[in-house]
Nanobody, 114 residues
Framework: QVQLVESGGGLVQPGGSLNLSCAAS????????MAWHRQAPGKQRELVAS???????NYADAVQGRFTISRDNAKKTVYLQMSSLKPEDTAVYFC????????WGQGTQVTVSS
């Protein structure tokens, strides 16, 4: 079955950087659109960034220029490089995949605090 496992979350100071990874299995990874969403306490889940099978990317306005989504089809992994982090980036970050249906990982906590 399809599995998505996120890693790389943690505590970082404002202005710092953090790299998230999402390892996929049970799917033809190269054919799927992948995305990162986040959900802060008391808020709705929101799209952070997405990347198509062809490598086209899309970003939320709030992270444009600070975050970079990428994928390695050979490793079946999607990445989210986050820099210039702000306290408002604090959230649980979820990886998702879209192909034959949609699938979600369990999430990884990112906390930006001094």
């Amino acid at each position: 079955q399809v599995q998505l496992v996120e890693s790389g979350g943690g505590l970082v100071q404002p202005g710092g950087s953090l790299n998230l990874s999402c390892a996929a299995s049970g799917m033809i990874f190269s054919a799927w659109t992948m995305a990162w969403h986040r959900q802060a306490p008391g808020k709705q889940r929101e799209l952070v960034a997405s990347i198509t099978s062809g490598g086209n990317t899309n970003y939320a306005d709030a992270v444009q220029g600070r975050f970079t989504i990428s994928r390695d089809n050979a490793k079946k992994t999607v990445y989210l490089q986050m820099s210039s982090l702000k306290p408002e980036d604090t959230a649980v970050y979820f990886c998702s995949g879209y192909g034959v249906g949609s699938y979600w990982g369990q999430g990884t906590q990112v906390t930006v605090s001094s």
